[in-house]
């Protein structure tokens, strides 16, 4: 009884407070930031990293970043994405972000707030050096894995279900998505591309791997697959001896049906009238 | 011993007049739906012709049935088991909508929307499964009465065997002969369509051996279609299931004739009980040709033999169902009488429905003196007796339809009915039956009084007489699975469940 007593009362003076609060509040509130955190950890950290620190000439910091501050060049950021030359704290980044349109108001709010407490970290704290990769892949898992003879162990889709890479597939690789032979490069080397795998950001990727993220051991595979892709040899561009080829097939099919079907579709009563 | 009754049917062919009654009563009653406007669960042919579908006799063509291996082992003969999973989704075998027909209506509506004009519209034919207008070039008598006699005649595989000059005298356009096949579902002891059916979806019942389709198990494999050599199971391509003759069981189960039976303007058709060994079906099927017909007969019981009594009460037949077979008129036409076959027991299948062999061609041929048979003119009956092999329709062809090609049980059959006949005739024109009467009686292994029986079930039966059904008791078996009440309100026309394609 007692204990309902107190939470109505508390009830009531939050929403009171929250009331006298001013209307045109922009400062971002506690709560805000808090719930930014989690939106960045599962949307932004797998590029600028936990904490904001980046990494050196592939993704620029956010902590340290003065531009971090500016909640309406964040929020536009967020919402539009970014491409082109920027340069943070003396590193020239030339990449591009892609749109986070799908977040929800509310999201880019917290978010931007989250993102606004990351401008007072001390730039210092920033590394200026990419870390080593410990464990370098497989190549030929990573190529297993790209071309989905091997599954993914948490069901997310393979890649060539979208993307083509190196010497992927006699007619190359499927084409919905671009062809990421050099993603390698594109993404900064092993680290970068292996952040971006270990929760893709882009909108398409992330709802497919979101729910059934890559392990570990997956990554580092395929970032050793595409680290090499660059080095294969394309497949050949068979041209327009596919058609060819194709239509020579069609002909000789009907052809040879048109021959042999003759006396099979006949009815019994067809093969009754053409004996009289 | 293991007895099991069969619901069986007879048809006397020499009262057959090819009316189709038949074929539209079970039409109107069980096959006016979509998707199964080609099907006739019962059709007429006449014959010689090639039937419904066109050359069903032929197995070289269609591969129904069942053969025997060197080794006297039963195969179906349309595939192996290995074979039937390769051929699962293409079928040569399988007859085409056109081995039926394209089953057609006219454009009625013509008739009453066309404006004016100089001349009257016409009801021009369309398809019932396009809509579109076609030609019509076939149905399912499309020979009725000779029409398409050189096509259709002239190729019935069941004149193999028959005399060359026989053959040509028949085509012959003042000798021409026909007579009429009736034909519904065999409900065989042995059926191919159960055998074939990859989802078991077939079965024979247990009460009185009806084969029917499960259409809730099927699931439009067709090979039923395929083996059975009489081409009784029908596709229906609007519910992609396979549908067959039902022998009206739900009519039976209420005392009443199936459709075709009842409706028979002729009075050829008779339904009864027959007991049957289910142990040796097996044994009787595999015999070789020349023993078949025996085999199958053989396995018929006598319901008066105690031990079938003892023996049928110990697989549950009650006393009903006995009663029903003592007086069974079929029995007496198959097994007492020894006038009725089944049709081609050579497929194997032990077909149930029996047929007596045709005799009117053979008395109207010598009263229009077509066949110089150098017979008394006085005395025809008596000397035909032996004089068979005039005929004008071929003893060997009955004995291919009928007997496995073996021309005795025909002999036998027509002997005994052109006996009964002349000892009619005679008692009712000269009221007194002579010497040369009661010998020829005797040779066709006859005494008066079961002439005076054979006639009595073949010309004057009642209805009682013709259909002889055992009681169901299919209150009880209703009581015993399910609330009457709730039976009652669910019994009626249509289905609770509509069949579902692929399901």
Known sequence: MSTRLFLGVGFLALLLTAASLPAHASAPLAQDAAAGAQVYADNCASCHQPGGLGLVGTFPPLAGNPSA??????????????????????????????????????????????????????????????????????????????????????????????????????????????????????????????????????????????????TDDEIADIVAFLGDAPTQSKPTDPGDGLIYAGVAGLIVLIGGMAIAWRGMRQTYVDVLRSKR | ??????????????????????????????????????????????????????????????????????????????????????KL??????????????????????????????????????????????????GPNWDDDLGGSDVFARNDISLEGVDDTVRAQMEEIERVVFNYLPRICNHCLNP??????????IYKRGEDGVVLVNEDKCKGWRMCVAACPYKKVFYNWDTGKSEKCILCFPRMETGQAPACAHSCVGRIRYMGVLLYDADRIEEAVSLPDDELLDGQLDIILDPYDPAVITAAKASGIDDGWL??????????????????LPLHAEYRTAAMMFYVPPLSPVMSTIERNMVNLDLDAERVDFELLDQLDKARLPVKYLANLFSVGDEEPIRKALRIMLAVRSYKR?????????????????????????????????????IDDRFVFPPYHREMSIEAMEDVMEHRGMAGFGALEAPHRGA
């Open chain 2, 1 to 86: 011993m293991r007895v099991r009754a069969q619901m069986s049917m007879l048809f006397h062919l020499d009262k057959c007049i090819c009316c189709h009654t038949c074929s539209v009563a079970c039409k109107n009653l069980w096959t006016d739906r979509p998707g199964a406007e080609y099907m006739w669960w019962n059709n007429v042919e006449t014959r010689p012709g090639t039937g419904y579908p066109t050359g069903w006799e032929d197995q070289d063509h269609y591969k129904g049935g069942w053969k025997r291996d060197e080794k006297g082992r039963l195969k179906l003969t349309l595939h192996s088991k290995a074979g039937g999973l390769g």
């Open chain 2, 323 to 340: 009663d029903a077979a003592q007086r069974s008129p079929v029995y007496k036409f198959v097994k007492e009488w020894g006038m009725a």
């Open chain 1, 69 to 214: 501050a500016d909640s309406t060049y964040v929020e536009e950021v967020v919402r539009n994405g970014l491409s082109g030359a920027i340069e943070v704290l003396d590193v020239t980044y030339d990449g591009t972000m892609a749109s986070f349109s799908n977040l929800s108001d509310d999201e880019i709010a917290s978010v931007v707030a989250y993102v606004a407490t990351l401008a007072d970290v001390d730039p210092t704290a920033v590394p200026t050096e990419q870390p080593e990769v410990v464990e370098p892949g497989d190549i030929g898992e990573g190529r297993d894995l790209f071309i989905g003879s091997d599954r993914l162990a948490n069901g997310g889709g393979a890649c060539v279900g979208c993307h083509t890479a190196g010497d992927v597939g006699n007619l190359g690789g499927w084409s919905l998505g671009p062809d990421i032979t050099n993603s390698h490069d594109a993404l900064g080397g092993e680290v970068g591309l292996a952040a971006w795998l270990s929760s893709p950001a882009s909108a398409t990727m992330r709802p497919i791997f979101n729910d059934r993220p890559m």
């Open chain 2, 192 to 201: 191919a369509c159960v055998a074939a059916c990859p989802s078991g979806a």
């Open chain 2, 89 to 138: 989704f293409y079928n040569p075998s399988l007859p085409e909508l056109e081995d039926y027909y394209d089953p057609f209506t006219f454009k009625y509506g013509d008739l009453f929307d066309t404006p004016q004009q100089e001349h009257q519209p016409t009801a021009v034919p369309i398809s019932k499964i396009t809509g579109k207008e076609m030609e019509v070039n076939g």
């Open chain 2, 426 to 462: 005679l008692q009712s024109v000269d009221q007194s039956i002579d010497k040369t009467t009661t010998a020829m009686l005797a040779s066709a292994g006859l005494t008066e009084e079961l002439a005076e029986e054979i006639y009595k079930l073949t010309t004057i039966p009642t």
